[in-house]
């Protein structure tokens, strides 16, 4: 199967400050990669799909990028809402994979 | 606006079996593929199992192929995740998504069921 690796797995960030996400292929994946945000005790909620593009009602300071393999997700201007786990998933070929997961905390 | 609402998850013994339901509302059910994925507790997402619009399609994740079955019944707007030969290691939170169109991505959610396995 191919594997995810998300890194880092946690990161401590001050409102208004631009953070990165990133998650690597094992493989060649495409474009197939989501990604998605989990607050406590709830659903998570699809910020982008197909590497890059905005799921509606999404802010714009969320934006997702690929390079190869390797897949971005940026937050411009960190809120204090964006604390939060983000995960990545692929999607292009079963089974379907998520990375380990990315805890944000705003200080 | 999309809804899903889980239900049927709870306490059962290693080796029992448990039946999840999933309840939609809000969209054409019939239109679209949906999704299980479950949360171990404390832990990251985990793919289990996908079926298509008419429920000719389905997919599994290694670890419950053989002893999940995914279903759905158009006529009552509803997804089923049938669980037998449950293990501990199959306590999570049982989330059913719906597949974006064209893409394997989810973009609506349930709340989740808790199903715990131990004696």
């Known amino acids: 199967d191919i594997q995810m690796t998300q890194s880092p797995s946690t990161l401590s960030a001050s409102v208004g400050d631009r953070v990165t996400i990133t998650c690597r292929a094992s493989?060649?994946?495409?474009?197939?990669l989501a990604w998605y945000q989990q607050k406590p005790g709830k659903a998570p909620k699809l910020l982008i799909y197909?590497?890059?593009t905005l799921e509606s009602g999404v802010p714009s300071r969320f934006s997702g990028s690929a390079s190869g393999t390797e897949f971005t997700l940026t937050i411009i201007s960190l809120q204090p809402d964006d604390s939060a786990t983000y995960y990545c998933?692929?999607?292009?070929?079963?089974?379907?994979?998520f990375g380990g997961g990315t805890k944000v905390e705003v200080k | 606006e999309a809804q899903l609402v889980e239900s049927g998850g709870g306490l059962v013994q290693p080796g029992g079996s448990l039946r999840l339901s999933c309840a939609a509302s809000g969209f054409i059910f019939s239109n679209y593929w949906m999704t299980w994925v479950r949360q171990a507790p404390g832990k990251g997402l985990e793919w289990v199992a996908n079926i298509n619009q008419d429920g000719g399609g389905k997919n599994y994740v290694d670890s419950v192929e053989g002893r999940f079955t995914i279903s759905r019944d158009n006529a009552k707007n509803s997804l089923y995740l049938q669980m037998n030969s449950l293990r501990a290691e199959d306590t999570a939170v049982y989330y059913c998504?719906?597949?974006?169109?064209?893409?394997?991505?989810?973009?609506?959610w349930g709340q989740g069921t808790l199903v715990t396995v131990s004696s």
């Open positions: 998504a719906r597949d974006l169109p064209s893409h394997r991505a989810f973009d609506y």
């Open positions: 493989q060649s994946i495409g474009r197939w």
């Open positions: 197909q590497a890059s």
């Open positions: 998933q692929r999607y292009n070929a079963f089974p379907l994979t």
